[in-house]
């Protein structure tokens, strides 16, 4: 008799478990990365939004890994370590999340240069939702020049996350559905 993940044997329970514990680890690190303050000469409330990328791979290849409730939760995160205002993030990543997700048979079959343009297309609107919302709700813009910067290095810095999360799917059981 097969349990309820179509498995009987607990060390290959285990296994499966083990597997989607590094996805989920990775993804955190990621998400950790994002909130966490570093800084470079220069280059003050720049950096690359590890998060987005991920979100865009996984909603395209394994939308079960970041689930509606869990991008909602990083976003308040997110909202509250940056001073956005509360939410803010959270309906970003929201909206992103459905609209790959929904695009995703499209997405799937795309050599890498096409995948990047889309997220870059992706990371340019999120951007620009996002600065507007902003503006609707706080009465000004932040510093256009840092968010510009900070788009261009997350298109930049695409490629070499991507690998990451290739090298971390490749481990993950299949799964009824999902690539």
Known sequence: MKTFVGLNDP?????RFFRFGIAVIVLAFLVVLNIVPYFLDGMTGIK??????ALFY???HRPSLVPLWATFIVGLIFDSFSGLPLGLSSFVFILIRKIVTSQRNVLLGQSHLVFW???SFVCLIMNAVKLGVFWL???YLPELENIVFSVLL???VFPSVIMLL???????PLSDGEG
Not at 48 to 53: G, H, R, T, V, Y
Not at 166 to 172: G, Q
């Open 137 to 139: 709700l706080a009465g």
């Open 117 to 119: 343009a889309a997220f």
């Open 166 to 172: 290739i090298l971390t799917h490749r481990y993950l």
């Open 11 to 15: 060390s290959e329970i285990a296994s």
């Open 58 to 60: 996984w909603a395209t």
């Open 48 to 53: 690359p939004d590890l998060f987005l990328i």
């Open 154 to 156: 997350t298109i930049a």
